[in-house]
């Protein structure tokens, strides 16, 4: 028997269909590729692109909208141009390009787009930061007054770094710009520092070492790499600082303390150079386009302290750069230099030579000073500068004198005795108290009478009788960080104990 159709049942369900029913139109400027080639698409069609936008090729592969010409756009594509051809269609995603941010990144490896590269499971943020923001104003920023240690006695003492400031590591390949940056993270263990290690054209295996060290010394519980190795297209390499900085921006905004490295912003110009040339861009000195200049501005002028009114966080920057033959004058270092408030000098000669880390205190300034340095190091470092530069010029005028006075034999010796002083081995920072103790011994004669081949040996053995001997000392000096009478005393009093039982 056939069934009965009620038509009441079927208007009651297409009644309530037709009440969840919306209308809803999706439209999409879409363009056409009309070559691409070297990484680069030229696209017509979209007019209404925004400068900066993302885009999407019909493959999924994106890209960044870099050159916005009367008849076509110029895309850098984010991966390989081998899918992508003549005809193809692009979509305007109306997203300027922006990366996640907030803890969720701390302890990952991410790309230049923020998406995770280090194989565990990706992570979701509901904080998106624009890669490109404009710098805080000068209403807003304040005076850098903060230390941020790095436990680096040469550093902390003679070109301290402070909170908020931007201090150039600049040497040669192979003189320890990376292990200086390395140390500095690992220093900020229990400081409240979130740190980001920005990797630009490095080789894998190299960002892999960095990772391992970090979290070796449990670093990577604070800190995040972002990496754009040598293998990831230039549009990746050129997006990857901004996309750290933006990350770190999140942290500073919210009235946090944050610390990134640009490592290095060489390879950066670099990438640049090449997006620019592919874009047929006009080429200036040494083929870089004309805006090289404010490529770094733009960047390293959002490193700042901000007022009390805007949270008081911070934004330290690091940035590194690579010269050829210590040859400081080129165009890409001069224009970073200009940049920042002060460089770290690193030299080949001083490496080879045995001096780690190789920093010619000379050459290396902090256009900070003594406003980003605790006031017992400020007062015991005062003359270290000083008789380091007079040491360096004797030792140059005594190769080519036969006998010397009194005097000049004493600095000299007192000079040797400086140099083993500022050396350091690698990834072992020291707090402010052990700093503070081996340089007030040095400048003030403790060492005179130590053999210079065993003063590092006078060190670790200062370093271990502070550690197990003189916690009252520590507690009394960190108490106030300044080298008051009493404090002063009991250092004197410490040296001459410590001296005393050391075996020269």
């Known amino acids: ?38 990484g680069i698409a030229r696209v017509y069609g979209l007019s209404n692109v925004m400068a900066g936008e993302i885009v999407q090729f019909t493959n999924g592969i994106k890209g960044l909208a870099l050159n916005l010409e009367e008849s076509n756009v110029g895309v850098a594509i984010f991966g390989s141009d ?75 003492a003679l070109t301290p770094i402070g909170r908020g400031q931007r201090e150039l ?3 040669d390949r192979k003189t320890g710009k990376t292990t200086l940056a390395v140390d500095t993270i690992i220093n900020q263990k229990g400081k409240g520092v979130y740190c980001f290690y920005v990797a630009i054209g490095q080789k894998r295996s190299t960002v892999v070492q960095v990772f391992e060290t970090l979290r070796k010394f449990g670093a990577m519980d604070y800190t995040t790499i972002v990496a754009a190795t040598a293998s990831d297209p230039a549009p990746m390499q050129f997006l ?45 000195r040494e083929a870089y386009p004309g805006d090289i200049f404010y490529l770094h501005s733009r960047l390293l002028e959002r490193a700042a302290k901000l007022s009390d009114k805007k ?15 210590g040859d400081v004058s080129a165009y890409i270092p001069t224009n970073v230099i ?63 004198a036969s006998d010397l006075d009194q005097a000049t034999r004493k600095q000299l010796d007192r000079g040797r005795r400086l140099m083993e002083i500022i050396k350091q081995g690698i990834h072992v920072p020291l707090p402010v108290v052990k700093q503070v103790a081996i340089i007030f011994a040095g400048t003030n004669g403790f060492l005179d009478d ?26 009394l000096f960190n108490k106030t960080m300044t080298m008051t009478d009493e404090i002063k005393a009991a250092l004197k009093k410490l040296l001459e104990e410590v001296k005393s039982s050391f075996k020269i």
């Open 1 to 38: 028997m056939p069934q009965q159709l009620n038509p009441d049942e079927i208007s009651a369900i297409l009644k309530q269909q037709l009440s969840h029913f919306t209308a809803k139109v999706e439209t999409f400027e879409v363009g056409t590729v009309l070559n691409v080639g070297d």
């Open 82 to 156: 081998a899918d992508i051809k003549e005809g193809d269609e692009v979509r305007r995603t109306g997203k300027i390009a922006s990366v996640p941010a907030g803890d969720g990144l701390l302890g990952r490896i991410v790309d230049a787009l923020g998406a995770a590269v280090d194989g565990k499971p990706a992570f979701t943020s509901n904080v998106l930061q624009p890669i490109e923001v404009k710098a805080p104003g000068i209403i807003d920023r304040k005076n850098v007054h903060e230390p941020l240690q790095t436990g680096i006695k040469v550093i902390d």
């Open 169 to 171: 590591i600049i040497g």
């Open 240 to 284: 990857a600082p901004y996309a750290g900085c933006a990350m770190a921006e999140y942290y500073r905004d919210n009235g946090k303390h944050a610390l990134i490295i640009y490592d290095d912003l060489t390879k950066h110009a670099q990438s640049y150079r090449q997006l620019s040339l592919l874009l047929r861009r006009p080429p200036g």
């Open 311 to 325: 949270g008081a966080g911070s934004l330290t920057a690091l940035p590194v750069i690579e010269t050829q033959a």
């Open 338 to 400: 200009s940049i920042t408030d002060g460089q770290i000098f690193l030299e080949g000669d001083l490496f080879n030579a045995g001096q780690r880390p190789a920093i010619n205190a000379g050459l290396s300034v902090s256009r900070v000073g003594g406003d980003a340095q605790v006031k017992a190091m400020k007062q015991t470092a005062g003359s270290l500068r000083l008789e380091l530069a007079q040491y360096r010029e004797l030792a140059a005028f005594s190769q080519f």
């Open 450 to 475: 130590v053999p210079a081949n065993r003063v590092c040996d006078f060190e670790e053995f200062l370093s271990a009788q502070i550690d197990t001997q003189y916690h009252d000392f520590v507690q």
